[in-house]
């Protein structure tokens, strides 16, 4: 019975300490959740129609329950703030968040600072499958979603399969880091030219793979967003159940083994689910650059290498930055679209640059 | 760390070479020189790369000269005749193509290869149809074009061309970089670039008549396209509506014609808005956003055969309040009418005229 004695303090202890971790890992994901909200707002309240950013949040209030601001606005601004608008920055939302989840994933199960979805030939697997669904003809046309993230998923695990085949190393199963990248790099630019090969020999029909490859989101739409939301989310479990082990991956494979990890089943899964939302994403909004390679970074500079963290915080940053993104592309050259990847690498690439820079007088 | 940083900096190591050997060579090199002389004096390598320097350089002044007096008699031959001047029909005739190249036919041309689905529409509106041997892929109207040998459009072969043995030869916008490479092979090359508008397609009419020989058929179908466009341009001056405002619409992600393309130019002509207005790039991508904020009163479908129809319109989201879906006036419209620079480009003028004034073309 002096047990029980003893235990009641160090079961206090503990629970203060769970809830101090909680609050530390939960901190910077309300952080980027309010982020992410900011964004959205200001999002919604800039476009080609010039709509008083007060007139669209009291729209919105509108819309809330047991709200009544009486306001009365054009019908012309109702359709574009919500029919506009709002599918437009949810699906820069789940294509940045897919994005920067999946890279994020990567990162860790390839201990590589450089994998991600664009450098691992991923995207371009994915974006040669979702070209073969457009030509093929069981595509139902290019606003249909039909069998296009399927296909893009199938390309998506062909080029991580060979990436991570072609690299793994004799004995143990680790991945050479210089061979990854060369791989991909490769498998990248044999993809990218099977698509542009069937873009020049399939003449016209081909013309949407053109659209969709450029990427963007001019053409979001709701049922789209929703149908390819629970390929989002089934991926993006099966890689957040493994969270805990993606931080034990880290070490050697050996000594993860040696925790009881069993690591080739495992890498295989989260590989597997990655490529799932990785792939989702470009089915969704084509290949976007960068947002994988640069969110998780800019998230593990700033909140440390918790990878139960790093994931949570890179849904949020991907989503903020991508909507960011969309903003400049739709608004920058109006009435024109600028290609949403365009501005994700010349934004993107000074701003990882420039955390680089600081890292490292950090270090100094 | 520590262990493994000191192997990393040593390489491994390798045998030095003798430094005096290395003098031995050179001595007997510079004896080897001095002996012969007489043989390496004239042909050392140095010497020789001097010389393949120096031929290729001529070769350069030499091409660069020709050019310049190319440039030169080009800009004479055009100051006293312009393209598609058609003073009398005899031959030699002389005139000077988009590049500002002079071109000669000795005698009409007989044997003519065509790189412009334009052009082969031109050659056959004006009877010169079996005077054409090969056209591009994308020269398919009219239906005797099917008959036709085939030509790359966008990469074509030079030896494909010589093969065919033609005396003319016509390229567009899409061959511009090839263009030299074929009169460098010998090829009798006219470069006719797309025309910016109706007014440069009647120009070519008038040319390839006059290259052919078809003079009277040419000018006849020249006056009678110039009589159909001012026809319009006048019932249009007509009407005392506001200007309608148009989406051309390329692709359902709408891509459309800036103002500055030769739909653009005819939609101008047309008295229309066009909703691309204010875009910087000649086929931009507009945002739906800013389309539905333009309201147009009538969108033209060139993508119809992609499956886009009034009912896929009205379906997008947003659109349902737009005026064109709202008074129904989402139209199918055959691209080939309207993007090429051809004989059929009055139907289309004539097509988007009445589709845009319904009150006013019955």
Redesign the interface.
């Known amino acids: 019975m002096t047990r029980t004695g003893a235990t009641a303090p160090w079961r206090a202890i503990r629970l203060r300490a769970a809830v101090a971790a909680a609050t530390r890992s939960l901190r910077p994901a309300g952080a980027g959740a309010i982020l992410l909200l900011a964004v959205a707002l200001l999002a919604l309240t800039i476009?080609?129609?010039d709509i008083p950013a007060g007139t669209v949040l009291k729209m919105l209030l509108d819309k809330l329950p047991f709200v009544e601001t009486g306001t009365t606005v054009p019908?012309?601004w109702d359709?574009?703030v919500f029919?506009?608008?709002l599918?437009r920055i949810a699906a820069a939302a789940c294509v940045g968040a897919a994005l920067a989840y999946s890279g994020a994933a990567y990162q860790g199960v390839f201990r590589n600072p450089l994998a991600g979805p664009f450098l691992l030939g991923i995207a371009s697997g994915a974006g040669l499958g979702a070209a073969i669904a457009i030509v093929s003809p069981l595509a139902i046309?290019?606003?249909g979603f039909g069998w296009v993230p399927v296909f893009a998923f199938v390309g998506a695990l062909i080029a991580v399969s060979l990436a991570y085949f072609l690299a793994r190393t004799g004995s143990g199963g680790g991945v050479s880091s210089t061979t990854l990248i060369l791989a991909g790099v490769a498998l990248s630019a044999i993809f990218s030219a099977i698509t542009s090969f069937i873009l020049l020999s399939g003449g016209?029909?081909t013309?949407?793979i053109f659209?969709f490859l450029f990427g963007?989101f001019?053409?979001a739409?709701?049922p789209r967003i929703l149908a390819g939301l629970p390929y989002l989310v089934v991926g993006g479990l099966g890689v957040a159940v493994h969270a805990r082990v993606l931080n034990v991956l880290q070490l050697d494979d050996e000594q993860a083994a040696q925790l009881g990890v069993n690591v080739t089943r495992t890498k295989l899964i989260i590989l597997t689910s990655a490529s799932l939302v990785a792939a989702t994403a470009v089915a969704m909004a084509g290949i976007i650059g960068f947002v994988g390679l640069i969110v998780p970074h800019a998230v593990r500079l700033v909140f440390g290498v918790d990878y139960r963290r790093l994931l949570l915080v890179s849904i949020f940053g991907g989503a903020s930055f991508v909507i960011l993104a969309d903003i400049i592309s739709?608004t920058l050259?109006?009435?024109?679209?600028i290609p949403v990847g365009i501005v994700t690498a010349i934004v993107g690439g000074p701003f990882f640059l420039y955390l680089l820079a600081s890292r490292r007088v950090d270090h100094a | 760390m520590t262990r493994h940083t000191p192997h990393c900096q040593s390489p491994p190591k390798l045998p030095r070479p003798p430094r005096e050997g290395v003098f031995k060579y050179l001595r007997a090199r510079d004896a080897r020189i001095q002996k012969d002389s007489a043989v390496l004096a004239r042909f050392p390598l140095s010497r020789l790369l001097t010389l393949g320097l120096l031929i290729l350089a001529a070769t350069a002044l030499i091409a660069a000269a020709c050019s310049d007096d190319d440039d030169d008699s080009a800009s004479q031959a055009q100051s006293d005749q312009t393209v598609g001047s058609t003073a009398d029909a005899a031959f030699p005739f002389t005139f000077t193509d988009s590049a500002d190249v002079e071109v000669t036919l000795q005698a009409p041309a007989r044997r003519i290869v065509s790189y412009s689905p334009g052009a082969t529409e031109i050659l056959f509106a004006i009877g010169a149809g079996d005077q054409v041997i090969a056209a591009d892929e994308f020269s398919d109207f009219p239906a005797a074009t099917k008959a036709l040998e085939r030509v790359a459009y966008s990469d074509p072969d030079p030896e494909r061309a010589l093969t065919l043995d033609p005396d003319f030869l016509i390229m567009t916008s899409r061959q511009v970089e090839q263009a030299p490479q074929f009169r460098r092979a010998g090829l009798n090359v006219a470069l006719l670039l797309e025309p910016e508008s109706l007014d440069g397609v009647i120009e070519n009419i008038r040319l390839l008549g006059r290259v052919t020989g078809n003079v009277d058929q040419a000018n006849a179908l020249a006056d009678d396209m110039r009589t159909r466009i001012d026809a319009v341009i006048a019932t249009i001056s007509g009407s005392d509506d506001a200007a309608p405002v148009v989406l051309y619409e390329l692709?359902?992600?709408?891509?459309t014609a800036g103002p500055d393309t030769f739909i653009g130019g005819m939609l101008t002509l047309l008295g229309a808005r066009n909703?691309?207005q204010?875009?910087?790039?000649p086929f931009?991508?507009?945002?739906?956003?800013?389309?539905?904020?333009?309201?147009p009163n009538v969108v033209l479908l060139t993508d119809a055969?992609?499956?886009e129809s009034f009912e896929?319109v009205a379906a997008?989201?947003?659109?349902?309040?737009v005026s064109a879906v709202v008074d129904q006036r989402v139209f199918p419209l055959d691209p080939d009418l309207v993007n090429r620079p051809g004989p059929r480009i009055v139907d289309g003028f004539e097509t988007m005229a009445a589709l845009l004034y319904p009150d006013l073309f019955e």
């Open positions: 476009g080609a129609a019908d012309t359709r574009i029919e506009i608008r599918p046309n290019s606003y016209e029909q013309r949407p659209s963007g001019n053409t739409n709701w739709r050259l109006d009435p024109q679209e | 692709t359902n992600d709408l891509y909703v691309a204010g875009a910087t790039s931009p991508q507009l945002t739906a956003e800013a389309v539905i904020d333009a309201d055969e992609f499956g896929t997008r989201p947003g659109w349902s309040g």
